[in-house]
């Protein structure tokens, strides 16, 4: 009898055993399901613990790859891994853009991007990626001036004299962009469409090419960033007749704006340069890089060493700040096109 019972025991253990295994894998399976279904990686340990690629959409030189390596440079040793600047041009940053979107949303892709995030709603049909749904704002960074600038031979002295000469001139003078729907192009479609003017449009690669255009007398105006002109404005190959932010800049204390030099109320191109996440990643970790990212743009040595020098004042906001930025943004572009008479193409 005690024998029969052993036997029924082990017999009893045994199913036993095989109805847990079912269950704790059909447990383990039911946790993996959900997971894919959230969308939100795993981590495998504290974020981060592998290196951060830090997507700029255009050729190195420009602002925004300068302030993405310094950011990049302050980051990695707060956060224990490199933060690698990748350039991915191309198709007026949607190439780079699109590349940043795709990626999963676990803050190991973050990108650097300025208004022609949005402007490019209003020159592309077929937008391969959604300005405001496919990505999660991290933090408005920094702000730079652009500024209305001739070659120091142009005849016009000032905005009210440029209008005048176009005005006078239909169609003979040109102006210098870093390509369709940048800050560069809508700048002064926006000026365009306020004045009544007709100018020609010659866009380049980059904001280099705009200055060689500019210093060779190629081209006869750009509405570009201050980087790249002041140090041809100081050696006075180069004028600025007016910045075309709504605030004049300290490093041209004595240059009025648009605005006030045109007699052009409401006109006002604030760039600024911004970054995001793809859609989804978790908000600790947005948290996280809008901590660390503020910090390093908002240091009194970084912004006085590194960040004046490039023409770029700090700002770094909460995430919820800079995505409202991005929808009045949408806004405003969209209807500065619609003025202008641009087509999605």
Request: hydrophobic letters at 45%.
């Amino acid at each position: 009898m005690g024998k029969a019972r052993s036997v029924f025991a082990r017999i009893c253990a045994r199913i036993c055993a095989r109805i847990c295994a079912r269950i704790y894998s059909r447990l383990l399976l039911a946790a993996f399901c959900l997971g894919l279904a959230s969308g939100a990686p795993a981590q495998t340990g504290p974020y981060p613990n592998r290196p951060i690629k830090f997507i700029v959409p255009l050729t190195p030189g420009g602002g925004n790859d300068v302030l993405a390596r310094i950011i990049a440079a302050g980051m990695t040793p707060a956060v224990g891994q490199p933060v690698v600047v990748e350039n991915k041009p191309g198709a007026g940053g949607n190439i780079g853009t699109e590349y940043a979107a795709r990626q999963p949303a676990d803050g190991y892709t973050i990108l650097i991007t300025t208004p022609t995030h949005v402007m490019n709603t209003n020159f592309y049909l077929k937008l391969p990626y959604d300005p405001i749904r496919d990505f999660s704002p991290v933090s408005l960074v920094a702000m730079i001036p652009f500024v209305l600038t001739v070659n120091a031979s142009f005849p016009a002295q000032n905005v009210k004299e440029l209008i005048a000469l176009a005005k006078a001139q239909p169609g003979r003078l040109t102006f210098g962009t870093s390509g369709i729907g940048t800050p560069h192009h809508m700048s002064t479609e926006m000026l365009r469409s306020m004045t009544g003017i007709e100018l020609v449009h010659v866009p380049y690669k980059g904001a280099a090419g705009i200055v060689t255009a500019l210093v060779s007398n190629e081209i006869s105006m750009t509405i570009g960033a201050i980087n790249s002109l002041l140090p041809h404005i100081r050696s006075g190959k180069l004028r600025p007749l007016a910045v075309a932010g709504s605030a004049r800049t300290p490093l041209l204390p004595e240059v009025p704006t648009i605005a006030e030099a045109g007699g052009l109320p409401g006109y006002a191109m604030d760039s600024w340069f911004g970054v995001l996440a793809p859609a989804g990643t978790p908000a600790e970790i947005v948290g996280r890089l809008n901590s660390e990212i503020n910090r390093v743009v908002r240091d009194p040595v970084v912004a006085k060493e590194r960040l004046a020098p490039a023409g770029l004042e700090p700002v770094g906001t909460t995430p919820e700040r800079f995505g409202e930025v991005l929808r009045e943004e949408l806004v405003k572009w969209a209807r500065v096109a619609k003025e202008a008479g641009i087509r999605q193409e």
